[in-house]
């Protein structure tokens, strides 16, 4: 047998939801050496921006992901807010806070789910999942949709909520808090859950701190940060919460903190719609943002998500940077994998809950084998005729089909 | 000549076995899908996704040894389905015996897994190499205390042939009570040796794909599947007979009932700790049956000896 093994992850396994590819230098069971390569799924949203009006724009950044869709229209939504001066109504912050946090419950019971999945627990997938229709179903009844609600808009939100409403939310967060219990009872007892999660990708505080992790990652290794706690935005200020911190430094730690802040949410749900105060749920924002710039933070169930957005005095912004909580933790990723079984790779991959499609920001073209020449970054121009080239060796020939078309 | 070309092809042989074995493996996934608040799949689709599988393409990887390729599932096939004939089933006594057929059907349960790591060491991908290989580890950690347990019941009964066990504990009713702990570490092996439940770890699929058999396509796959269903009842039904030796001498009928109940039994058990339990790490695994389940195995050797001593003279 060799003595190292090289084993290729992605990017297309089943262990992955989106492509990234995980290249694993085994010796045995073990992985001796990691890399990451991030690049399959850029689609070039922030470029695509700038060549947007600021409303296109939110609806654009909200499908910069399926899971945290709100987090991120939120960020943008604050920052041109503070660019153009505006002062959110406070129904309207209420409402936000709302969909964020009923975002972070769906979620993290995804999240719990696709970690069951990947230890081979799929029994915790099929009742988290099941669980988890109850929050879809109540987003769906308070922003039409299930996923890319749509409820941001530039200084408020677009829709009410009725007293029906609130109190169906009120029945749906009773449902899912004995839920939430029954699964934090089942990650206390569950042997076998317990030997797969924990000693796992462990992390360190001082690991944390120089790896610059966010979100439940660092949480889980005593880090308490919390940028619903550190730079309190729309309506956190007034709410009374905990952050959950947990001191395993494991994916057992993550899981734990993850189930507590469920647990925090379901108290941020009720304590919100309880306070609603009445008023107007948006104010009317100029089509034209006046020259400036902002940074704008949203704690995404991932972690902290960073926006920024500079305007020039028309009516699309000039740049837009986004920098999602998976770029934040995708270096701790190789870290927490070496000297590690080839079995907990899954898990530790998943246990920062990474979103791919938000991270990549470039392509860049490697021979197929990963040996010999450079990276090269390549532009648009020459990426469509790498294109045309690959397909005319394969004997594909696009230029009478583009000649019909007038392309 | 005739009766026995009967009996190995059609029943109790070959025929039954695949629709047995099909039926089992619907009766596992049904059963596993409703602890799970699933609808799961409709009765046929074992034998749905038998007859699609067969139709559909064989594709051989241009590494891989065609001929191993091609030959170990027929290989394992014929292996499984010739151990069940030693097996009593529904009465005392199998269709055919000899003295030692004990040692054959746990060689020829073996086969299977060997069966595997060349699938998977031949198949020259990496998934399935490593899948081979942890097949392999697995084996040896779960063989001995199967081995060892349904030694002691043979112990008990003086015996190295399945059907004189059956014989013996029909004579002495209620010996078998003294097996249970030999009947639930064997069963816990039998996971191990199915690859089923949290010692799925050769084929664990967000891992190394589908392990040994990640090549595997059309008929070649669908030999194997059906030969890991039939592995199941071959299975079941030896530790049915080792370990539930009871109504073996009532009517022909109702102990073909009770064979059926006692096989689709240990199956249940099988689902249910697929459903409850998370997958173990390879390491996890040997150490569970080195550390627990090989000295019980070998606690119940000391148990059936001295029962042998004090109770049977």
């Keep these: ?407 | 000549m005739l009766k026995a070309l009967f009996n190995i092809l059609i029943f109790p042989g070959f025929l039954f076995l695949i629709i047995f074995g099909l039926a089992a493996e619907f009766y596992d996934r049904k059963i596993y899908a409703r602890f799970q608040n699933r609808v799961g799949p409709p009765w046929f689709q074992p034998f749905a996704d038998f007859v699609k599988l067969v139709a559909k393409e064989n594709i051989i990887p241009e590494q891989a040894d065609a001929y191993v390729f091609k030959l170990v599932p027929v290989f394992a096939l014929t292996s499984v389905v010739t151990a069940f004939f030693y097996i009593p089933l529904w009465k005392t006594g199998a269709l055919y015996s000899f003295n030692g057929d004990m040692i054959v059907v746990l060689y020829l349960l073996t086969i299977p897994t060997v069966a595997l790591f060349l699938a998977g060491w031949y198949s020259c991908s990496v998934y399935s190499t490593l899948g081979a290989m942890r097949s392999l580890t697995q084996l040896f950690a779960y063989e001995i205390p199967l081995l060892t347990s349904i030694l002691a019941s043979a112990l008990l009964a003086n015996t190295w042939s399945l059907s004189k066990i059956t014989v013996f504990y029909s004579l002495h009713p209620g010996l078998w009570a003294f097996n249970l702990l030999g009947f639930i570490i064997s069963v816990v092996t039998l996971m191990g040796k199915l690859e089923k439940g949290p010692f799925d770890i050769p084929e664990a699929e967000t891992e190394i794909v589908a392990g040994s058999l990640t090549e595997y396509s059309g008929k070649l796959l669908a030999l194997f599947r059906l030969t890991i269903d039939i592995e199941m009842i071959v299975g079941a039904s030896l530790l049915a007979a080792v370990f539930l030796p009871f109504g073996l001498t009532l009517h022909p009928a109702i102990g073909f009932i009770l064979f059926l109940l006692k096989v689709l039994l240990i199956v249940s058990i099988i689902s249910l700790f697929r459903t409850v339990l998370a997958r173990l790490r390879i390491d996890q695994m040997v150490n569970f049956c080195w550390k627990y389940i090989a000295p019980l195995a070998f606690l119940q050797v000391l148990i059936n000896l001295i029962v042998k001593w004090t109770l049977v003279r």
């Design chain 1, 1 to 407: 047998m060799h003595d190292n093994m090289e084993i290729p992850v992605g990017p297309q396994h089943p262990a992955l939801k989106e492509p990234a590819s995980f290249r694993l230098s085994l010796s045995g069971e073990k992985i001796m050496q990691a890399s990451v390569r991030l690049g399959y799924n850029h689609r070039g949203i922030e470029k695509a921006c700038e060549e947007r009006t600021y409303i296109q724009d939110l609806y654009l950044i909200e499908r910069i992901c399926g899971i945290c869709s709100h987090a991120h229209s939120t960020a943008f939504a604050q920052a041109v807010e503070e660019i153009a001066g505006v002062n959110l109504p406070k129904r309207a912050a209420y409402i936000r806070t709302l969909v964020g946090e009923l975002e972070r419950i769906h979620s993290h019971l995804l999240w719990l789910g696709v970690a069951g999945h990947e230890i081979g627990f799929d029994t915790l997938l099929m009742y988290t999942w099941a669980d988890r229709e109850i929050v879809m179903d109540i987003l769906a009844n308070v922003t039409g949709n299930r996923v890319n609600y749509g409820i941001n808009s530039l200084g408020g939100v677009r829709r009410d909520i009725s007293p029906e409403q609130v109190r169906q939310i009120a029945k749906a967060m009773d449902a899912l808090e004995e839920r939430t219990k029954y699964y934090i009872e089942l990650a206390s007892v569950e042997t076998t859950l317990i030997n797969r999660l924990s000693g796992v990708g462990v992390m360190s505080k001082k690991d944390v701190l120089r790896l610059g992790t966010v979100g439940p990652t660092a949480r889980a290794s005593g880090v308490a940060r919390d940028v619903r706690k550190d730079d309190p935005y729309a309506a956190y200020a007034e709410i009374n919460f905990n952050v959950v911190t947990d001191n395993h430094n494991d994916i057992y730690g993550r899981t734990i903190v993850r189930l507590g802040e469920l647990m925090e949410s379901f108290n941020i749900i009720r304590q919100v719609i309880k306070n609603l105060p009445d008023g107007p749920i948006a104010v009317k924002v100029a089509r034209k943002i006046p020259s400036g710039e902002a940074v704008s933070r949203y704690e995404a169930p991932r972690g902290e998500d960073l926006h920024y957005v500079k305007a020039n005095g028309t009516e699309s912004p000039e740049r837009v940077k986004v920098r999602a909580p998976t770029l934040a933790n995708i270096q701790s990723v190789a870290f927490m994998l070496e000297d590690r079984y080839l079995a907990d790779m899954p898990i530790v991959v998943a246990a920062i809950d990474p979103c791919f499609s938000c991270t990549d920001r470039s392509i860049a073209i490697k021979d197929a084998e990963g040996k010999g020449k450079k990276k090269k970054i390549v532009d648009w121009e020459s990426l469509r005729l790498h294109g045309i080239e690959w397909y005319s060796k394969q004997g594909i020939d696009f230029t009478a089909l583009n000649k019909r078309f007038k392309r």
